[in-house]
């Protein structure tokens, strides 16, 4: 029997603490647990813990294939983790864990817990729950019966079945805490295509209704992020009794500024989602809450002093006195996510003090390519089928290896939207073809003639007899196909 008894529950993975004789509410929780490299070492080597490909977990697009135990052994609770979640729990119960790509190490998550289908991964969502920081995680392996244990230590001394029931439990009875696994300062960036916008969809979702979004672009300013003075409509009635319209001034928020009320009132997390956040000039708008953005377990590292205007609209919001709101930071329960995308005409650089206060991520040119790959179109006078997903890798890598385009320029799996490639019955073949074929033409082509391939069409455009004008192009694809990009185009579909 091996065990491995040196974790100790940070402040960081619990959300309660016991101070005193109180159990109050952490900081900063991180949501997951950090398992010993040790323990990670003696499972992998003795392939207690095997990756499962076969297994779709929360984290997969991030941390690749989820370790779960092998099938010789059998995963159980122990006594002191039955004791605080619950009996019911006993029977039947799942582990699942993967590497962190964000600090590579051995992790079990809340979310990916909690988002699993099969109930018997929920023990974990309410061990961490109830869990207090302190408290010694025991992780035992007993290779002679084949057995994987995980227990729960209580040196957080007057642990309880519930340590959510106390004083706290009144602020937060109106609503469930939720766990966020994710960054704070969070900016997805990658090809056009690629499908950042649709993975930050997908993860805010975590947050329910509790999250704002705004589109950023060129002319966007401070005033509109944060807040300012705008006319406002009124009407009051006069001395007759008549109704009088009139104009006055009032201080406006910005989304921003309404995302940190929100998140003041309450301490569930809230989430701002800027889109296309390059498309403005950054530190402009952001002006000084670009300072805010350094965070210390959550919450801002330094403040800012607010404007006389932000002390009077605070004081109206969150109640107090001008005084209590002279000075502000990011609550650590405020987030704030954007997409990217560095290769679009017309976008702003961002300075290396803003990038790296933000943590990037980025998504593959190919990463999310698996609901295409047997997608068949028709083409040209022929109606010669080929697979969507070839042509687009094919287009790819003629761009980056003969036109030497940077890998941002090129096409992701969805640079044409699911509605154009949706598929028949069996889903192989376009419920629309001519869709497609117009989609080609005023999206795919567009973009190459003007923008990707805008220096390079003698080459892209190999086997146009004239590419002088994007409608000879076009027509010649309405002939040809995709064959406009030489009678060899598809064999650069296998020449990663």
Not at 444 to 449: D, H
């Amino acid at each position: 029997m091996v065990v491995f008894d040196q974790k100790f529950i940070s402040e960081s993975e619990a959300d309660y603490s016991l101070v005193g004789d109180k159990i109050i509410k952490s900081g900063g929780a991180q949501s997951s647990y950090n398992l010993p490299n040790e323990f990670f070492n003696y499972v992998t080597e003795k392939k207690i813990l095997i990756k499962d490909p076969t297994i779709e977990h929360f984290r997969k697009n991030r941390d690749g294939d989820a370790y779960v135990p092998n099938s010789d052994y059998k995963f159980q609770l122990g006594p002191g983790v039955l004791w605080l979640i619950g009996d019911e729990y006993g029977e039947g119960s799942k582990f699942i864990a993967s590497v962190s790509s964000t600090n590579g190490k051995f992790q079990i998550y809340r979310a990916v817990y909690n988002n699993m289908a099969d109930n018997g991964y929920k023990w974990f969502v309410k061990l961490y729950d109830k869990n207090l920081s302190g408290n010694q995680l025991i992780l035992d392996i007993n290779e002679s019966e084949k057995v994987f244990t995980l227990d729960i230590k209580f040196n957080a001394i007057k642990q309880t079945i519930d340590p959510i029931e106390t004083e706290s439990q009144e602020e937060e009875s109106e609503s469930e805490i939720i766990n966020i696994d994710f960054s704070r300062n969070r900016i997805v960036f990658g090809a056009p295509g690629t499908g950042k916008s649709y993975r930050l969809e997908e993860d805010r979702k975590i947050f329910g209704n509790n999250f704002e979004r705004v589109t950023f672009h060129p002319n966007y300013s401070y005033s509109q992020f944060v807040g300012t003075y705008k006319p406002v409509p009124t009407s009051h009635e006069d001395g007759d009794g008549k109704e009088v319209h009139d104009i006055t001034y009032k201080y406006v928020p910005g989304p921003f500024m309404r995302a940190y009320v929100q998140a003041k009132r309450s301490s569930n997390p809230y989430l701002l989602l800027i889109e296309e956040i390059n498309r403005a000039n950054v530190t402009a708008v952001f002006g000084e809450v670009f300072q805010l953005l350094d965070r210390e377990n959550g919450e801002s590292e330094y403040e800012i002093e607010t404007s006389e205007d932000m002390r009077k609209h605070l004081v109206k919001e969150l109640g107090g006195k001008e005084s209590d709101h002279e000075r502000m930071k990011i609550p650590s329960n405020m987030y704030i996510w954007a997409s990217m995308n560095s290769a679009d005409q017309g976008v702003f650089p961002m300075d290396t003090a803003f990038k790296r206060r933000w943590d990037f991520e980025y998504i593959g040119i190919n990463e999310n390519e698996s609901e295409i790959k047997n997608i068949i179109v028709n083409l040209g006078q022929s109606e010669q089928e080929v697979n969507w997903n070839q042509l687009r890798k094919a287009i790819n890598n003629k761009l980056s290896k003969d036109c030497k385009v940077n890998e941002d320029k090129l096409l992701g799996p969805y640079f044409l939207s699911k509605g154009i490639i949706d598929t028949s019955d069996d889903e192989k073949h376009l419920k629309n073809n001519k869709a497609f074929l117009d989609a080609f033409k005023s999206k795919v082509i567009m973009y190459l003639y003007e923008d990707a391939g805008k220096q390079y069409k003698q080459k892209l455009f190999a086997g146009c007899s004239d590419y002088s004008k994007y409608s000879l192009v076009c027509d010649e694809f309405d002939k040809k196909g995709e064959k406009i990009f030489g009678d060899d185009i598809l064999s650069y579909a296998d020449n990663e």
